[in-house]
T-cell receptor, first 112, second 116 residues
């Protein structure tokens, strides 16, 4: 079945540091890949997505590239801000199903 | 902004009681999903509706759980004979079935259930 593995947190960074959160997946066929974010006290929001190999999703300075050869979708940001503190979930949808399979989530804390 | 809404936001119940949650999707979305999220974990899929038809169900959805979407608009999730292990955040999401955003599921704020 489908599965998502992402690095466990928490990750603590200083403001303006570079961020990478690793995500790898197992799926049949060509899934769509997502990063969702959950800010404190708020619901899940889509951050970015990529629907085919080599696509790059981007939003709010975050980027992730769909790498089929390494089955990865790592999240990156060049300079994090305190307001980026949240839990980040890597996720996929595929195999002809509508359900989304989520990773465990990585908590990011950015300190001034 | 008419996003996905869920009621109640919080529910405390005693073991063995029945509870029902409601989800109102974004009005033009005909796909609706239920997920469960426990502390420190990602959401886990429970079930999916397209209009009023329940098309996918997870093995997590035991016979104590039932979901309905009778008119293809709002949905209810009922848990009978609640157990302490049912304590979790129950999330609802919706999506359109066509167009550029059909891959994206939009989530509600969730209903937090605590079973004592």
């Amino acid at each position: 079945g489908n599965s998502v593995t992402q690095m466990e947190g928490p990750v603590t960074l200083s403001e303006e540091a570079f961020l990478t959160i690793n995500c790898t997946y197992t799926a049949t066929g060509y899934p769509s890949l997502f990063w969702y974010v959950q800010y404190p006290g708020e619901g899940l929001q889509l951050l970015l997505k990529a629907t085919k190999a080599d696509d790059k999703g981007s939003n709010k300075g975050f980027e992730a590239t769909y790498r089929k050869e390494t089955t990865s979708f790592h999240l990156e940001k060049g300079s994090v801000q305190v307001s980026d503190s949240a839990v980040y979930f890597c996720a996929l949808k595929g195999g002809g199903y509508q359900k989304v399979t989520f990773g465990i989530g990585t908590k990011l804390q950015v300190i001034p | 902004d008419t996003g996905v809404s869920q009621n109640p936001r919080h529910k405390i119940t005693k073991r063995g009681q029945n509870v029902t949650f409601r989800c109102d999707p974004i009005s033009e979305h005909n796909r609706l999903y239920w997920y469960r999220q426990t502390l420190g974990q990602g959401p886990e899929f429970l079930t999916y509706f397209q209009n009023e038809a329940q098309l996918e169900k997870s093995r997590l959805l035991s016979d104590r759980f039932s979901a309905e979407r009778p008119k293809g608009s709002f949905s209810t999730l009922e848990i009978q004979r609640t157990e302490q292990g049912d304590s979790a955040m129950y999330l609802c999401a919706s999506s359109p079935s066509g167009g550029g955003n059909q891959e994206t599921q939009y989530f509600g704020p969730g209903t937090r259930l605590l079973v004592l």
